[in-house]
T-cell receptor, first 113, second 113 residues
Framework: DAGVIQSPRHEVTEMGQEVTLRCKPISGHNSLFWYRQTMMRGLELLIYFNNNVPIDDSGMPEDRFSAKMPNASFSTLKIQPSEPRDSAVYFC???????????FGSGTRLTVV | DAKTTQPTSMDCAEGRAANLPCNHSTISGNEYVYWYRQIHSQGPQYIIHGLKNNETNEMASLIITEDRKSSTLILPHATLRDTAVYYC??????????????FGRGTSLIVHP
């Protein structure tokens, strides 16, 4: 099992540009989560999906952020337009109700200049 | 969810047991205690969880007090690779069988030679 796969590992973009982060969950996992980590705020839950359906997006900071899960094996987190304060490490995680632990990806380090 | 309190940092000598405490005095009857750790630049990694009884797996042991108001994660023979931030999380299972871990600041454990 390759685990949760995130791409890209690093992204540097200019303010105002659109950024798309990608995640492939573990096959068979029916829940997917997007987190953001900064030094100031720690790990924050942005949104999570159950069976490809968004359940709770209350953690999404503002309308510039959007997330989709078109099928069970793929999800995207999009920021448009990006701002310097969006600079952070973004983690994707997946789980199944039959297991108790989450599996996190290696994260995408986003830098907006 | 019950709030957890952990020391900000701890250190331990290599080869010795690392005992990481967590207070969760407001825990309710159906809430589990979970532990995750995050090694620098990686995503959080599930370690262990428990409800009432002590638990052990290949990574660690979890000791939960009888009143369930606190717990201790034990790494029996700490190695330099155990240097990480350790998160204690308390969460009930949602009706759909999933839980959403909310991460605090955790304990930064440094294992020294």
């Amino acid at each position: 099992d390759a685990g949760v796969i995130q791409s890209p590992r690093h992204e540097v973009t200019e303010m105002g540009q659109e950024v798309t982060l990608r995640c492939k969950p573990i096959s068979g996992h029916n829940s997917l989560f997007w987190y953001r980590q900064t030094m100031m705020r720690g790990l924050e839950l942005l949104i999570y999906f159950n069976n490809n359906v968004p359940i709770d997006d209350s953690g999404m900071p503002e309308d510039r952020f959007s997330a989709k899960m078109p099928n069970a094996s793929f999800s995207t987190l999009k920021i448009q337009p990006s701002e310097p304060r969006d600079s952070a490490v973004y983690f994707c995680a997946s789980s199944t109700r039959d297991t108790y632990g989450y599996t996190f990806g290696s994260g995408t380090r986003l830098t907006v200049v | 969810d019950a709030k957890t309190t952990q020391p900000t940092s701890m250190d331990c000598a290599e080869g010795r047991a690392a005992n990481l405490p967590c207070n969760h005095s407001t825990i309710s009857g159906n809430e589990y205690v979970y532990w995750y750790r995050q090694i620098h630049s990686q995503g959080p990694q599930y370690i262990i969880h428990g409800l009432k009884n002590n638990e052990t797996n290949e990574m660690a042991s979890l000791i939960i007090t009888e009143d369930r108001k606190s717990s201790t994660l034990i790494l029996p023979h700490a190695t330099l690779r155990d240097t990480a931030v350790y998160y204690c999380i308390v969460r009930a299972f949602a009706s759909g069988g999933s839980y959403i871990p909310t991460f605090g600041r955790g304990t930064s454990l440094i294992v020294h030679p």
